[in-house]
Structure formats: C-alpha cells, structure tokens
C-alpha cells in the first residue's frame, strides 16, 4: 500500500494507485509474447493412423499354454501327469517362444506353492524370450 511521504496530510494512505508494478509485469509479458509468437508459426506434421471400423481383423487369439506349480513345486504342462525338470521346462518355453504369433502362456500356481517356484518359471519365460504371461488364481484345493 503507497504511503503519502509529506503534504498536508501527513501520515494519511494515499489514494491513488500505484502502476509501476503493474507496467513492469505487463512490459515482462509483452516480451515473452514477442519473443514466442514467431516460434507458434513452426508446425509439425503428425500423420495419424486412420480407423476403419467396418473392417475386421482375421487374426485368431493366440494359443493359450497352461504351466501349473503345485505345492511341491513341481511344474506340469498342459493338464499333464508328468512333472517338468528344469532342462525340459526350459526347452518347453523355447520352442513356444519360436511359433509366431507367440503363444500366451499362463501360471496356475497352487495357494500353497512358494513363490520361488513362481519365480523361477517367470525368470525362465523372460530367458526363454516370451512375452505374454498371464496369472491364472485357483481356489484352495
């Protein structure tokens, strides 16, 4: 608030306003402005894709592979009765990686089964090169 510095009155608030702020935020302003406008006259091109929705894609969902780890930590494929040894589930996770499209694999892990099992299928996934993984949860058996 300006303060009146002598005169008559002194001691008394002045009553007009003080500009000087207010011209050196607008001339602050007016800078900014002229020094950015030319730069808004660049464009830049973007080509976006176009949709078509009266067109359907042919592409099947992919196959799905089933890998279960029980309590023990054995690992069966496929709803199969012979447990995996880490050699045959490593080959198993490279052939699959190999088929185009890539089939999705999915953990079915028992809620009893340590998550180092878990761990150790997801780590062999990733080396193996797969890239769809799923999590299938069961109830308690």
């Given at each position: 608030?300006?303060?009146?510095?002598?005169?008559?009155?002194?001691?008394?608030?002045?009553?007009?306003?003080?500009?000087?702020?207010?011209?050196?935020?607008?001339?602050?302003?007016?800078?900014?402005?002229?020094?950015?406008?030319?730069?808004?006259?660049?464009?830049?091109?973007?080509?976006?894709?176009?949709?078509?929705?009266?067109?359907?894609?042919?592409?099947?969902?992919?196959?799905?592979?089933?890998?279960?780890?029980?309590?023990?930590?054995?690992?069966?494929?496929?709803?199969?009765?012979?447990?995996?040894?880490?050699?045959?589930?490593?080959?198993?996770?490279?052939?699959?990686?190999?088929?185009?499209?890539?089939?999705?694999?999915?953990?079915?892990?028992?809620?009893?089964?340590?998550?180092?099992?878990?761990?150790?299928?997801?780590g062999d996934a990733?080396?193996?090169?797969?890239?769809?993984?799923?999590?299938?949860?069961?109830?308690?058996?």
């Open positions: 608030m300006a303060m009146s510095t002598g005169g008559s009155e002194s001691g008394a608030p002045m009553s007009e306003i003080n500009v000087t702020p207010l011209v050196d935020v607008m001339l602050v302003l007016l800078i900014i402005f002229m020094i950015t406008a030319p730069l808004m006259s660049h464009r830049i091109t973007v080509k976006l894709p176009t949709a078509n929705p009266h067109q359907q894609e042919n592409t099947p969902p992919p196959e799905v592979v089933d890998l279960a780890i029980k309590a023990d930590g054995s690992m069966y494929f496929q709803d199969n009765q012979n447990p995996l040894t880490d050699a045959e589930l490593k080959a198993q996770l490279q052939a699959l990686a190999q088929h185009s499209p890539q089939p999705e694999l999915q953990i079915r892990a028992a809620h009893d089964a340590e998550f180092k099992a878990v761990r150790k299928a997801l990733k080396e193996s090169g797969l890239v769809h993984v799923g999590f299938m949860t069961t109830g308690k058996e």
